[in-house]
């Protein structure tokens, strides 16, 4: 069982959608991660939450919104999505950002743009 | 450029042999190196981590490597099982707050 825990785990939606994906963690942790992964392709790191405050924003176009409401949840919305945009999506978290901290992952949101 | 590789993409090996999978970096300056383990479908679940200052980490059959210098980590399989068979991703940072991965090798264990 993980300790980083996703929902949901798929996810239909058109184009004209919107919708969100969860993640949440009961370690402490105050980094937390988004990732996208492909078929057959290493995950791509998207934002870094640092003590709630977006950190790192990987130039992601904006119809992917990320949102840290309190240091045990992380959201993204999803907003106008492209079938490009169909892939698994990670939620990692780590005790803090940086200093080689090892991050721990989600299941990820299976995601399908029709 | 900062980069991870690893070769081969794909091992076939029969139940019950010893194997070794590879990564390697190009940069020497690293907090740590993660082995990581992904399912078809599945989320990532994290096998070892060696410290930049560490050699080697082991747990149960797994035994993992680091060679600063000369950019290698390596990964060792005792006694594989066909419940091994899966994707096993190396990542490390390189002193900056990204996890860069490496491509991964695919395993198949042959009952």
């Known amino acids: 069982d993980t300790e980083v825990t996703q929902t949901p785990k798929h996810l239909v939606m058109g184009m004209t959608n919107k919708k969100s994906l969860k993640c949440e963690q009961h370690?402490?942790?105050?980094?937390m991660y988004w990732y996208k992964q492909k078929a057959k392709k290493p995950p791509e790191l998207m934002f870094v939450y640092s003590y709630e405050k977006l950190s790192i924003n990987e130039s992601v176009p904006s119809r992917f919104s990320p949102e840290c409401p309190n240091s045990s949840l992380l959201n993204l919305h999803l907003h106008a999505l492209q079938p490009e945009d169909s892939a698994l999506y990670l939620c990692?978290?780590?005790?803090?950002?940086?200093?080689?901290?090892?991050?721990?992952f989600g299941d990820g949101t299976r995601l399908s743009i029709l | 450029k900062q980069e991870v590789t690893q070769i081969p993409a794909a091992l076939s090996v029969p139940e019950g042999e010893n194997l070794v999978l590879n990564c390697s970096f190009t940069d020497s300056a690293i907090y740590n190196l993660q082995w990581f383990r992904q399912d078809p479908g599945k989320g990532l679940t994290s096998l070892l981590l060696?410290?930049?200052?560490?050699r080697e980490q082991t747990s149960g059959r797994l035994n993992a490597s680091l060679d600063k210098s000369s950019g290698r980590s390596t990964l060792y399989i005792a006694a594989s099982q066909p419940g091994d068979s899966a994707t096993y991703l190396c990542a490390t940072n390189f002193g900056n707050e990204k996890l860069t991965f490496g491509t991964g090798t695919r395993l198949t264990i042959i009952p």
């Open positions: 370690m402490g942790h105050r980094a």
């Open positions: 990692a978290s780590s005790q803090r950002q940086g200093g080689g901290q090892p991050q721990h």
């Open positions: 060696i410290q930049s200052s560490q």
